[in-house]
């Protein structure tokens, strides 16, 4: 297991200001100016606490979206939210698909409750797991952060056993054109399904997030969470960016980040730098040498996110945004004296 240092470490570490940042999965440096200016609207409102219209219009926004019943939505403040409340299920062994975003071992470790590691080989298709037959819930992510790898439908619900419950964290699905392999929009008893608006509309300074999942399940999930878990602007975030509209504007990007990918693996595996095949907005690639890498980039100016502290990821790797700025990395990594 991964030191608890090593499992709050996030991508924003490595960056200062000025670089040019392929660390952090956030789509842009900043929201669209509709969306900032549909918060800016709101606050003047922020002497009162959220109401209760913003959170409906909220959920009903959300479960719109998905074709869920308002009952099956939570609103969270970041995806990660989702994974600091999950300590409140008490499973008796939470199984962690690795690797993987190291949140939920963090938050599972400080609650004290037991760990298993299912560690994946290369190419980390998920057929290959072997959950233990005592684990009472199952963390996985689609497409997993950080291989970039989208898991079918199949392969998820496969994982379902009698008495487990399974968490999918769905933060870069809607990256993906289409979305084919989410589970947002089926209702199951025993399946959890976390969803981020954080990376796609740029708003890591705001965090925002819902859950989708059964009623029961959501409240044992919330029971002790505080009044007025979310803020005004977050919730208009939320109804904002749940609107059709505004769907379709992240369906576009997603296209378009699906032919940037494509040229940036292309360029990388040219290269030099073998590639995982994957789907997210974000690209995981072998290095020769990956800390004379990353040190020889950060004198460059060019951050990227160190692979070290995934639990299962071999020596040599390291995770680029995928961003239009690609051919500067790329060139950057030729010059490495390996």
Not at 30 to 52: C, I, V
Request: proline letters at 8%; charged letters at 20%; one cysteine or more.
């Amino acid at each position: 297991m991964a030191s608890r240092t090593a499992a709050r470490y996030h991508g924003d570490q490595a960056v200062r200001p000025g670089m040019l940042d392929f660390a952090v999965n956030v789509r842009s440096a900043r929201p669209p100016s509709w969306l900032t200016a549909r918060l800016a609207a709101r606050l003047d409102e922020l002497g009162h606490y959220p109401s209760a219209s913003d959170v409906s219009a909220a959920g009903a926004a959300v479960a719109a979206r998905h074709g869920r019943a308002l009952d099956d939505v939570v609103l969270l403040a970041g995806g990660a939210e989702g994974f600091a409340l999950l300590p409140h299920l008490r499973p008796g062994l939470a199984a962690l698909i690795a690797p993987s975003f190291t949140e939920p071992e963090a938050v599972f470790d400080a609650a004290g409750i037991p760990v298993a590691q299912v560690v994946l080989p290369a190419p980390y298709r998920l057929a290959d797991a072997e959950v233990p037959d005592a684990a009472d819930l199952v963390v996985v992510g689609n497409p997993t952060n950080p291989t970039g790898v989208l898991h079918t439908r199949e392969e998820i619900l496969a994982l379902r056993a009698p008495g487990r419950l399974i968490v999918v964290d769905e933060a870069f699905m809607d990256s993906v054109p289409g979305e084919p392999e989410s589970l947002a929009g089926l209702a199951l008893p025993d399946v959890l399904v976390l969803r981020s608006l954080t990376k796609t509309w740029s708003l890591a300074g705001l965090r925002v997030g819902y859950a989708l999942g059964a009623p029961a399940l959501l409240e044992r999930l919330t029971a002790q969470r505080p009044h007025w878990p979310l803020g005004t602007l977050q919730l208009e975030a939320i109804i904002a960016c749940s609107d059709p509209a505004a769907l379709a504007e992240a369906a576009a990007g997603a296209e378009r980040l699906a032919h940037l990918r494509a040229d940036m693996v292309a360029a990388l595996t040219a290269a030099g730098f073998p590639v995982v095949p994957g789907r997210a907005p974000f690209v995981l690639f072998a290095v020769p040498d990956a800390e004379l890498a990353r040190k020889y980039l950060q004198e460059k100016e060019i951050s990227v996110r160190r692979c070290d502290t995934f639990v299962g990821l071999p020596d040599g790797y390291l995770r680029a945004a995928v961003r239009s700025e690609w051919p500067e990395l790329v060139q950057a990594l030729q010059e490495v004296s390996w």
